[in-house]
Nanobody, 122 residues
């Protein structure tokens, strides 16, 4: 069984940076990603990293501003967010996928989810 615990959320001003962390226990699976949910908006896939290769995938809205990375020794996946915009606000969830099928951005691809961490940008 995989457990995911996010941390690092907070309240920042436009243009500032924030680092989110996702500590995992158990088998992490094939890839791990970050999703976000804002009130009144559909959930959005933000970024995913393939555990084996380290290859990242990003939503167009965050390319060039966000970086997903992993530290296998610490069993942690990070999301470094820079130049934050109001549209980046929301609750960020870490997710892990056991299998290789499906698109990285699809919620149904992921088998395990964390409880989320809130990001506020004003």
């Amino acid at each position: 069984h995989v457990q995911l615990v996010e941390s690092g959320g907070g309240s920042v001003e436009v243009g500032e940076s924030l680092r989110l962390s996702c500590a995992y226990s158990g088998h992490r699976g094939v890839c791990m990603g970050w999703f976000r949910q804002s009130p009144g908006k559909d959930g959005e896939a933000v970024a995913t990293v393939v555990i084996g290769s380290g290859k990242p995938f990003y939503a167009d809205s965050v390319k060039g501003r966000f970086t997903i990375s992993q530290d296998k020794a610490k069993s942690t996946v990070y999301l470094d967010m820079t130049d934050l915009e109001p549209d980046d606000a929301g609750k960020y969830y870490c997710a892990a996928a056991k299998g290789r099928g499906g698109r990285w951005s699809e919620v149904k691809k992921y088998d395990y989810w964390g409880q989320g961490t809130q990001v506020t940008v004003s």
